[in-house]
């Protein structure tokens, strides 16, 4: 058996050999004679139509399947230039290997993003999802790429862990104890009793450990799920995504910006290069356009920006944003988009945020005010990527965690990094699934993601 794809990209050298390919049935239609059966196996975008004629001994059945039906067909391939596909298979055998029902709710015709979430088991069997998780897939490999060619170790961090990396406390608990009946002590849940013996939750970043050995291999990234209970139900969040964490060992905020800019621009470009059939697909159908801006991102330079400077700019627009900005309020999507469309119209670093809405690790400016945080903006979506210097400091650390309300005796192992041959580091966090977004041109993050997990829905 062959691969669609192998057929696609060779049909000339098949012309007029027998292969035989699995698939199954996008559109089915019959005359007296002979038929049309669109086939798609998943290798390729592009599906392949079979001819099949009376002289086949199950040609009654053939006519009867439905949409959606898996079938094995055997059949000699026909170059066919004069037609709208560039060749097609006439089958010898069609062997059913499932048949479907009338009622496949992938029927020939265009179905919405809201329905086909519906079905979220059904729906990479349609064109669109097709291209998303192909695309998603090579963009996860790019990234592997990217970080192996440049010798940074994979580390594999745990999802279930003591700490709240970002402060928070938007952690989903992990516990074995029987909710309706927890055991408690002086009126307090007593997590004694607990599978750990101590509070624990699915973690929302793998940084503080990715930090851990960064202090041992120089260069190391993260590429794994995680977890946010953020109520926040808009076209960006997800309870479960995934992060690529870089942590990068003698560097500060320039160099890391530099290492999320080249990361960028690489990945960008290797899928522009290796699903040229799928990102046409989005240009047309989805977001036009999006190849020329791709291309352009890639060839041009980030902007750069202090929270600062980005304060007094926006403070020039207020009158057109809900939420008014000025000195010391977190960005909200609405100004990170304004920055990255109206203003700089590419993406753009913002730098230096005040530290009161930035987590304990970042390394405190000299200012005593701001700390060395960068935010990667990106047109279309906002924040991709949020990073920064670390505090490599043992005693400024020590008081910021005092500052946040942090128990020394909980983040023993990383005040240990500033204690044994502390070192400049830095590092960011990407948000794949934005990644995806940016990449794919798709509006809504539960549509990159096989199977969405968001506030009150967990289906499948
Ligand atoms: O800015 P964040 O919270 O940074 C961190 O977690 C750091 N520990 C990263 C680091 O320095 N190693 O999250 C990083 C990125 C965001 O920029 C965003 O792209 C994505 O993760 N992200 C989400 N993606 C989908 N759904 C959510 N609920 C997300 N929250 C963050
Ligand atoms: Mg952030």
């Known amino acids: 058996m062959i691969n669609i794809r192998d057929l696609h990209h060779n049909y000339k050298d098949y012309d007029g050999k027998v292969v035989t390919i699995g698939g ?3 559109s089915i239609r019959d005359s007296k004679t002979f038929g049309f059966m669109v086939v798609n196996d998943g290798t390729f975008f592009e599906p392949v139509q079979v001819v099949y004629a009376d002289k086949l001994d199950n040609f009654e059945t053939i006519c009867k399947l439905n949409v959606g039906a898996a079938v094995i067909v055997t059949g000699q391939v026909k170059v066919t230039p004069e037609m709208k596909q560039p060749f097609e298979i006439h089958a010898d055998e069609v062997v059913i290997e499932g048949e479907s ?3 496949y709710p992938l029927q020939k015709k265009r179905h919405s993003f809201e329905y086909l979430r519906t079905i979220s088991h059904l729906r990479p069997r349609t ?3 097709q291209a998303v998780f192909r695309v998603r897939s090579l963009t996860a490999y790019a990234i592997h790429k990217f970080f192996q060619e440049r010798d940074f170790v994979y580390v594999h961090t745990p999802l279930i862990t003591g ?3 970002e402060g928070a406390g938007e952690m989903f608990q992990v ?3 029987d909710l309706s009946n927890v055991p408690t002590k002086d009126g307090k849940v007593d997590y004694s009793q607990d599978f ?5 939750n699915l973690t929302v970043s793998g940084q503080l450990n990715g930090e851990t050995y960064a202090m041992a291999f120089k260069n190391i990234y993260t590429f794994g799920p995680t977890f946010r209970a953020e109520n926040s139900n808009t076209t960006r969040h997800a309870a479960e995504f995934w992060m690529i964490e870089p942590e990068i060992a003698f560097a500060d905020l320039t160099d890391d910006m530099m290492l999320a800019e080249s990361m960028l621009k690489y990945v960008i470009s290797y899928v522009l290069e290796h699903a040229p059939e799928e990102m046409a697909f989005f240009n047309q159908f989805v977001d036009k356009g999006l190849i020329e801006r791709l291309e352009h991102v890639v060839n041009s330079d980030f902007g750069r920006i202090t929270y600062t400077d980005a304060i007094t700019e926006l403070e020039k627009h207020n009158d057109e944003f809900d939420y ?3 000195w010391g309020c977190d960005l909200q999507t609405e100004h990170e988009r304004y920055l990255t ?5 590419r993406p753009v670093f913002v730098t230096d945020y005040p530290k009161e809405i930035k987590a304990f690790y970042m390394k405190l400016n000299e200012d005593g005010k701001t700390v060395a945080a960068m935010d990667c903006l990106v047109p279309g979506i906002g924040e991709i990527i949020g990073g920064s210097q670390r505090e490599d400091d043992y005693e400024v650390l020590k008081n910021r965690m005092a500052e946040c309300g942090l128990k020394e005796e909980d983040y023993e192992f990383y005040l240990d990094l500033r204690k044994y041959g502390s070192a400049r580091h830095a590092g960011f966090g990407l948000g794949f699934e934005r990644c995806v977004m940016y990449l794919t041109g798709m509006g809504n993050i539960r549509d990159v993601i096989p199977f969405p997990r968001t506030v009150g829905n967990c289906d499948l």
Do not use: H
């Open 101 to 103: 029902t009338p009622d």
């Open 324 to 326: 008014k900005v000025y």
């Open 127 to 129: 064109n669109t999802f």
């Open 24 to 26: 199954w049935v996008r």
């Open 341 to 345: 469309e109206k203003i700089f119209k």
């Open 175 to 177: 516990t074995t104890m």
């Open 163 to 165: 700490s709240d990396c």
């Open 196 to 200: 750990f013996g101590k509070p624990t």
